[in-house]
Structures are given as structure tokens and as C-alpha cells.
């Protein structure tokens, strides 16, 4: 502990660390700040509009039900605190759904749509900071570790002092890792435990979640500060370890990871949204023609055992528009689901696909802790659409149940409308979030095990 | 030494420089890189042509079946027929029946760059209803870790990569020699260090752009990812020389470096940083720039006013009233005629028309902003090499946002196009149904399936070539300038 200490005090004096510092609170309190702002002024209009669709469901006239149905609503996606932190699927995903009578809709306005044609350039967030400028800063104050001295000569002084070879590694590699927290995980506490405490956070578990992010965050500065340590040992002098290490650098998180999506695309093939809508219009359209209808209206009537729609003891157009309902969902089921299982399972292998670079891997699991990962996503679309059945099933069982003889047509009130309860979403919780984590951390502790592991026999073989 | 012997100094630089196994390792990852990114791209292209042919089929598909729906119902049947089941009711074809597209077709350069094509679906469906506020709501959900991650294509090769094979290539010439000693031997002979290092980027810089268009060019005929370029061969060639002068820039980024004197690992170590400065931090300052430039309207904002106008219209006798006065300024003649207020398909026609009004405001203003956005980008991509290329390459692909942006107006226009064709038809069926024949189940009579309106995609080729004669113009200033620079600080030896 006491060389701990004394390599930590080392290192706060080094001018490198306070200008490090400072670019990194600086990028990180800008992009956090700006994201919790965009983030609440998005939260209060979610709020108010959200009210305002239930005023207006409420407020209908009284009308038919199924032009009730008809009439819909829309719902939002909640946003999780930690997305200020790491947005992660949510700007690539739809935000809001519009909730009506027989379509699943898709969830629209990505948020990256709207964004400039620039803003996909790189550091828009907290966490694409983390991603690549963090292992910067780990590079910059690690690469000197040992090729420093030894370029200097002190090195050697310090090794014929007795001090041993594995002690000196600890304790520097710790000084710069405590330096590290300092920089970088005292600021991502802060902007997370605003998040944290000034949005809705109910359901989301956030303060387990902030910790367990903050400390993958750490955890991948270290992977670079490993690297850092590990060139700086077998490194001539300092600028070839930094040379070296920065060529690291460019590797790991500007090259591979954009080779990431080419090889999950290759090893797991999946189908894309426009197939399966087109799949699923070819296998509605014979279900909609007036043979079709026609052929359903006669197997009702033959089913209750009587020849004319008055006669039956329920509305026979609420019967039918239940019973069609239920085969769409049938299909829907059916052909989202394949679609967003596929994606699911290219998420998963992204997971994976972190062995080419530990960034790849921090993207998986910081998202996935942050409770911004596709899996959220998935579960607010299904949420909504589970909402939509309910209102449907609702309102067409109230036609069904009401039948209407001589062509009239039922009307019903607000009491209906009160049936629907608002629309209430709880995320996934933590736990399930940390089950998908396994993988990535699995990976990102790989990456650890392994530069450690390269570390040992350089540390025990270290030359002045 | 004499300006004549320089072609010989040179040519013994380009002998060093391709005897080293560096530069062949170097070449040897940059042109797989290439194939690569060629392959994706074109991988990227044939879906994008898949999707406009399924479009174009699905097109003739509604044609075919409602021309088939046509000849049935147009025979005494004892079935009945709903307008939405009946493409006889120019309404019910119009909205249930018609599968028209607006569609971005990709151009002959589209394996370049993925650009917004991953974000920004290239065909939408142009339909009649109401689910959606905005025409840009066509979505194509994919992998979002894919698309967060950016993709492997040529675009980013040629901006990102390219320049970081160029340092490796050239970012130690001379400030190795120098680190070595050998710089002072060379400073013993009659040549001026102008010459010498002259010699050694203008070497490094054949082999560049050699391996760098040659590359680009052998990945895009391997990828087969590349269209007619019958007509393309001037943006193509505006683009090469673009490319050209990009990899001189750096080439000559590295002769400012060496120029420096500071040795080798610092000069890497800057062109590194100077790198990773233009190419991610500047981009996204600039980005930054343009979202405060052109703010974004509020998405949450149109849909609270498209539904405070859908409320509106459903509320008391509002329907009636906005249907009348729609019909007055329609037909006058018939307004008066009570059976029309009530006709659905009117009383639709009116409700879209309402709702188009209340929602014009923020059409307008998101519309503007897609323009602003993109002319801000375009402007303010010039500051960096990296986003001036990386912009005239998406504009020779046909997927910079600047060209989406244009496609959602066009669509939005064909939309109208489209309401204009129909609008008359089902008045005129509304005020004089005339059915196809007695007895038919067939409710009328429309039967121009053929005529209806087709999209017609703009031509992307002077934008593309006008892009790239542009960033070819800043890059070759930038590069020259650098050069400049260099030269100016090469005039003696170090000490």
C-alpha cells in the first residue's frame, strides 16, 4: 500500500495527469451535461403529451367502439436515467408508437434521423468517450511506465535497489489505475448520480446500475492502461512505447470494431424488417378479400346453426372483428417475432464479436447495464402492442356483446373509455439485464486475464 | 545537385521504399481492407436494388390483382363487396388497393459509401392514412449495435484508414534518418534538403495514391458492386482526383511532421493525434455546430398537433361542417347535396386535408430543417479533410442526407401528385356512381390503374459531381498549403 501511495503521489504531481484530467472532465461534463439536459427537456414533453393522449382518449365523444379504436393513441418509450450516460440502441431505435386498431406499428423518429448527417462522427456521448478517448488517456499516462526510467537509466537503479520486478508493476499499474478512477470515474459518477436523481428513475434501478457501469467503465480503462504497461515494459524508450501503444490504440477501437458488423452479418444471417413486412401484407391481403369475408361470415352463421346476422346471439361484426384480430396477431406473433428474435441474436453475437476489440465488448455490456440495450427496446414494442390487443380486444368484445339488429350501430361512452387503463411501462429489471451481461463481461474479463497474463512473464523478465 | 538529377534521387527512393517489407505489409492490409469494404458495399447495394425491385413488383402486383378483383366483381355475383375490397371505387383502390413507391435509387458509385442508407430507408411506401405524422417515417429496423458501430465500408477506409497507412508509410522518412544519424551523412552530400525530402514523400506519395486509387479500383471491379458509369465517368474522375489530393495532404502532413525535427516516434505520435483530430474529434464539433445551427423541430410537438386536430375533428359537428365546407370549394354545384357531406371517402378527402393544414407549420419547419442541416454540413464539412471527403463520396453514392432530404420533398410532392390524380376521380364517383354493370358486386367504375402517377427519382449526378470538384478544390488548397509549409520549413539542414 505504501508504494501505492507513494507512486500515486508521483503521479499527481505529473503535469500529464492534471491536463489529462482536465480534457477528460471537460468532454465528459460537456457531452453528459448536454445529454441530461436534451434528456429532461425530452422527459417533460413525453410527460405532457402523454396527459394530453389521455385527455383526449377520455375526452372522445361517444362513438362507436371501434372508431374509438380507430382513433388510438400514441405511446412513448421511457428513457433510462443511464441513457444521459450511454444512450446506446435508443437513437438507432423508435421512440414512440402509435397505438390503433389492427396495425402493429412500428415505433418511429429515431433520434438519429434527426441528427446531422456529422453527428454519427464519433464522441456524441458519454459512453462513445469512454470508447475512445479513455483508452487514450490510459495510453497517455501508462506508456511511460517503465520505458521512461529505463530510457533514462533509473530503471536499472531501481532493479539494483532490490525492489522486485512484479511489486514495482502492482504498484505502479494501481497508482495509475486510482488515477484513473479519478479522472474518469468521479466525473461519470456525478453526471450519473444527476441522472440519476433528477429523472424518473422508478423501475429502473438505477443506482445498482450506475455502479456496476461505472465500474466496466473502469475496468476497460484498464484493459488499455494494460496495454499501456505492457508495451512501456518491452519498449526501447518511452516514444516507442507510446508509438507502439497509439497503433494499439487505432486498432482496437477505430479498425476492428467497425469489422464487427461485417462478421456478425456473416455468422449470423438474419431477416430484414422490409421481408417480413412484405411477408406479412402478402399473408393479410387473401385474408381481406370479399370472398374471404365472405367465406367467414357464412362458417359464423353455419357455426351458431342460423342464416342471418340478426339472428345471432352476438354482433356478428364484433365476432368477426375479433376473430380477425386474433388471426393477425397470430401473424404478427409469428413474424415479428422471428424478426426481432434474429436481431436479438445479432445483438448477442455482438457480444461476442467483443474478442476482436474490447470496445466491442464495452458497447455490449455498457448498454446492457445501462438499460439501453436492444432488449429494452424489443420490450417497449411488445408492451405497446400487448396495449394495443388489449384495447382492441376491449372494444370489439363490447361490439360483439352488444349485437345491434337492422343495420344499427352500437355507441358507447366514456365508461368504456375508462376501462383502458393508461398505458404503464416497467423496464426490464436489472437482473435480467445482468443475465444478458454475462457474455460481454465474459469477454471484456478475457481481455483483462489476457494482458495481465502477457504481463507476468515480461514483468519477471524485465530488462533495464 | 541539379534540378535534372532529381527523377534519379527519386526513382532511388521509390526502389527503398518498395524493398522494405513495411510498405508491403502496409499495401498488402490496405488493399484487403479495400476488397473489403468493396465487398460490403456492394453487398449493400444489391440489397438496396432487391428492395427497389420488390417495390417495383409489388407495384405490379396491386395493378395485376386489382385488375383481376375488377374482372370478378365486374360479374353479376351474389357476394358483397366492401369499398376497401373493391378497386372499381377509386377511393378503395387509391387507399387499400395501390402500392405506389418513392424510391432513391442508388447510383452508379453507391458501393462507395454507406452514408445515411444505413439510417434513412431509400424506398417508402406513399399510402393515405394516418398512423404516421412526418413522410419520413419509413423505418427498417436493424441491428442497432451494428449501426452505432458504423460500417465497414469504402468511405471509411479511404477517410480513416488510408491516411493512417500513409503515416505508417511516410510518417518516419527523414526523422528516422535523422534519429539514426544517418541525416547528417546525407547533409555531407550537394544535395539541398528541399531535394532529398522531395525525393522521399514524393515517393512515399506515388506509392500511396498508386496503392490507393489502384486499390480502390481493383476492390470495386472484384466487388462488382460498381454500375453504367456511362455517364458518371466526370463526378468518377473529379472523385478520383478528390481522393488523390486527400492522400497528398497527408503525405505532405507527414513532411510538416518531419520537418519539425523532432524525431521519429514524436512525428508519428503527432500525425497520430493530428490525425485522430481531424478525422473523429473535429468531425463531431462540427456536428455539434450544425445541431445548433439547425435545430431539430420537436417530433413530440407535430404529434401532440396532429392530434389535437384529430381530436378537434371528431368532436361535436365538426366532421359535417369541415366535409361541407371542403365539398363547397370542391363543387360548388353539389356542395348543397346532403348525401355528400356524409359520403366517407369525402368526408376522408376533407379529414386529410384538415389534418395536412394543421400540420403544414410543422411540415414546413422540419422540412427546412433537413435542408438547413444538410447545407450547414456541406458548408462546414470543408473545415475538415476527413468530412469533405467523406461528403463527396456519400454524395457520389447518392446517400448523403443532403440528397434524403430532397427525396423526402419529392415524395411528399409525389404524395400530392397522387391525391391530385384520385381526388377528382372519387369526386366525380361520389356525385355521378355509375357501376359497372347491374347486379355486380363491383360498386363503380374506375378502372385507370395504368395511369396512376409513377415516382421519377431525381438525378443525383451533378450534385455529385459538383461535391467533388469542390472538395477536390479545398483538399488540393489544404494539401498544398501543408506542402507549402513544409518546403518553406525545409529549407536547411537541422543543426
Not at chain 2, 491516411?163 to 552530400?189: K, V
Not at chain 2, 521519429?264 to 473535429?282: K, N
Not at chain 2, 376522408?348 to 442541416?373: C, K, S
Request: charge should be positive; aromatic fraction near 8%; proline fraction near 5%.
Amino acid at each position: 500500500m505504501r508504494r501505492i501511495g507513494a507512486e500515486l503521489a508521483l503521479c499527481l504531481h505529473d503535469a500529464r495527469l492534471r491536463w489529462i484530467g482536465a480534457v477528460l472532465v471537460l468532454l465528459l461534463g460537456v457531452a453528459g451535461l448536454g445529454a441530461w439536459r436534451d434528456a429532461v427537456r425530452y422527459g417533460h414533453q413525453v410527460d405532457a403529451v402523454t396527459a394530453a393522449e389521455r385527455a383526449r382518449w377520455l375526452g372522445q365523444d361517444a362513438k362507436n367502439p371501434h372508431s374509438a379504436d380507430h382513433f388510438g393513441l400514441w405511446v412513448f418509450k421511457p428513457s433510462s436515467p443511464l441513457a444521459v450516460l450511454d444512450p446506446g440502441s435508443e437513437p438507432y431505435t423508435g421512440r414512440m408508437v402509435r397505438v390503433e386498431a389492427h396495425v402493429f406499428n412500428d415505433a418511429v423518429y429515431r433520434a438519429v434521423q434527426d441528427a446531422g448527417p456529422l453527428a454519427r462522427a464519433g464522441l456524441g456521448s458519454v459512453a462513445d468517450i469512454v470508447g475512445l478517448v479513455v483508452p487514450l488517456a490510459a495510453i497517455l499516462l501508462g506508456f511511460s511506465a517503465f520505458a521512461a526510467d529505463r530510457e533514462r537509466g533509473t530503471l536499472r537503479l531501481a532493479l539494483g535497489n532490490g525492489i522486485a520486478p512484479g511489486p514495482l508493476f502492482a504498484g505502479r499499474f494501481s497508482a495509475l489505475l486510482l488515477a484513473l478512477v479519478l479522472v474518469v470515474g468521479l466525473p461519470l459518477l456525478g453526471i450519473g448520480a444527476l441522472a440519476a436523481l433528477s429523472r424518473d428513475a422508478a423501475g429502473w434501478q438505477a443506482w445498482p446500475r450506475l455502479l456496476a457501469w461505472i465500474a466496466v467503465q473502469l475496468a476497460y480503462a484498464a484493459v488499455f492502461l494494460l496495454v499501456a504497461m505492457l508495451v512501456s515494459l518491452v519498449a526501447r524508450t518511452a516514444r516507442h512505447a507510446l508509438a507502439a501503444a497509439l497503433a494499439i490504440w487505432v486498432g482496437l477501437c477505430i479498425a476492428a470494431p467497425r469489422l464487427a458488423p461485417a462478421a456478425v452479418e456473416i455468422s449470423v444471417p438474419a431477416v430484414s424488417h422490409r421481408e417480413v413486412r412484405a411477408r406479412i401484407d402478402a399473408k393479410l391481403r387473401p385474408h381481406r378479400t370479399a370472398e374471404a369475408n365472405d367465406s367467414r361470415t357464412r362458417e359464423v352463421l353455419a357455426r351458431y346453426g342460423v342464416s342471418e346476422a340478426d339472428a345471432l346471439p352476438v354482433d356478428l361484426r364484433g365476432l368477426m372483428m375479433v376473430e380477425n384480430d386474433e388471426h393477425h396477431f397470430d401473424l404478427y406473433d409469428r413474424e415479428f417475432g422471428a424478426l426481432f428474435d434474429g436481431l436479438a441474436a445479432r445483438e448477442r453475437a455482438f457480444a461476442w464479436a467483443g474478442l476482436l476489440s474490447p470496445r466491442v465488448a464495452l458497447q455490449a455490456l455498457s448498454q446492457t447495464l445501462a438499460g439501453t440495450d436492444f432488449a429494452q427496446h424489443a420490450h417497449f414494442v411488445w408492451t405497446a402492442e400487448a396495449y394495443r390487443r388489449a384495447i382492441s380486444e376491449r372494444m370489439n368484445a363490447e361490439i360483439r356483446d352488444r349485437p345491434q339488429r337492422g343495420g344499427a350501430t352500437l355507441v358507447a361512452g366514456p365508461e368504456l373509455w375508462r376501462e383502458i387503463p393508461p398505458f404503464a411501462h416497467a423496464p426490464l429489471p436489472l437482473s435480467r439485464g445482468l443475465a444478458d451481461a454475462v457474455v460481454p463481461a465474459l469477454v471484456l474479463a478475457l481481455w483483462l486475464a489476457g494482458l495481465a497474463g502477457l504481463c507476468v512473464p515480461l514483468v519477471r523478465r524485465l530488462k533495464p | 545537385m541539379s534540378a535534372a538529377r532529381f527523377p534519379l534521387l527519386l526513382a532511388a527512393e521509390l526502389r527503398l521504399i518498395l524493398r522494405e517489407r513495411l510498405t508491403w505489409a502496409i499495401l498488402a492490409a490496405l488493399v484487403a481492407a479495400l476488397c473489403l469494404a468493396a465487398w460490403t458495399g456492394a453487398g449493400r447495394v444489391a440489397a438496396a436494388r432487391t428492395a427497389l425491385a420488390a417495390a417495383a413488383a409489388d407495384g405490379e402486383r396491386a395493378v395485376r390483382e386489382a385488375k383481376a378483383a375488377h374482372l370478378r366483381y365486374g360479374r353479376p355475383a351474389a357476394i358483397k363487396v366492401n369499398y376497401w375490397q373493391d378497386p372499381t371505387d377509386a377511393f378503395g383502390y387509391m387507399t387499400y388497393f395501390m402500392a405506389a413507391y418513392a424510391v432513391k435509387p442508388p447510383t452508379p458509385l453507391a458501393v462507395l459509401a454507406a452514408g445515411q442508407s444505413d439510417v434513412q430507408p431509400a424506398v417508402t411506401k406513399v399510402g393515405f392514412g394516418f398512423s404516421t405524422v412526418f413522410d419520413d417515417t419509413a423505418t427498417e429496423i436493424g441491428s442497432a449495435a451494428a449501426l452505432r458501430l458504423g460500417p465497414f465500408d469504402l468511405a471509411f477506409v479511404l477517410v480513416v484508414l488510408v491516411p493512417l497507412a500513409i503515416i505508417a508509410l511516410a510518417g518516419t522518412r527523414l526523422s528516422s534518418e535523422h534519429d539514426s544519424g544517418i541525416l547528417r551523412m546525407i547533409a555531407a552530400q550537394p544535395a539541398r534538403p528541399r531535394r532529398v525530402a522531395g525525393a522521399k514523400f514524393g515517393a512515399a506519395a506515388l506509392v500511396a495514391l498508386t496503392a490507393t486509387l489502384g486499390g480502390t479500383m481493383l476492390a470495386l471491379l472484384l466487388s462488382g458492386g460498381l454500375g453504367d458509369l456511362a455517364d458518371w465517368s466526370g463526378a468518377a474522375a473529379l472523385l478520383a482526383a478528390a481522393l488523390a489530393a486527400y492522400v497528398v495532404f497527408w503525405v505532405a502532413a507527414c513532411a510538416l511532421a518531419a520537418s519539425l525535427w523532432r524525431g521519429a516516434v514524436t512525428a508519428l505520435a503527432g500525425l497520430v493525434l493530428a490525425w485522430a483530430c481531424l478525422t473523429i474529434a473535429l468531425p463531431t464539433a462540427l456536428g455539434l455546430a450544425v445541431d445548433a445551427l439547425a435545430p431539430v423541430p420537436s417530433r413530440i410537438a407535430a404529434i401532440d398537433a396532429s392530434r389535437q386536430a384529430q381530436a378537434r375533428f371528431y368532436a361535436g359537428e365538426e366532421a359535417p361542417r369541415v366535409t361541407a365546407a371542403w365539398l363547397a370549394t370542391k363543387r360548388p354545384e353539389d356542395a348543397r347535396r346532403p348525401e355528400l357531406a356524409d359520403a366517407p371517402e369525402l368526408k376522408r378527402l376533407a379529414r386529410d386535408d384538415y389534418y395536412d393544414e394543421a400540420l403544414a407549420d410543422h411540415h414546413r419547419a422540419a422540412g427546412a430543417q433537413a435542408l438547413a442541416a444538410s447545407a450547414w454540413s456541406r458548408r462546414l464539412a470543408l473545415l475538415s479533410p476527413a468530412t469533405a471527403l467523406t461528403l463527396a463520396l456519400e454524395t457520389a453514392s447518392g446517400t448523403d442526407a443532403g440528397r434524403h432530404a430532397a427525396f423526402l420533398t419529392d415524395a411528399a410532392a409525389y404524395r400530392r401528385s397522387l391525391r391530385a390524380f384520385f381526388e377528382p376521380r372519387i369526386l366525380a364517383q361520389a356525385v355521378d356512381p355509375a357501376p359497372v354493370c347491374a347486379g355486380c358486386p363491383a360498386r363503380l367504375d374506375f378502372d385507370a390503374y395504368d395511369a396512376v402517377p409513377a415516382f421519377a427519382p431525381a438525378d443525383a449526378r451533378a450534385a455529385a459531381a459538383r461535391q467533388a470538384l469542390l472538395t477536390l478544390v479545398c483538399l488540393g488548397a489544404a494539401a498544398f498549403l501543408l506542402a507549402a509549409l513544409a518546403v518553406r520549413r525545409l529549407k536547411q539542414w537541422p543543426a
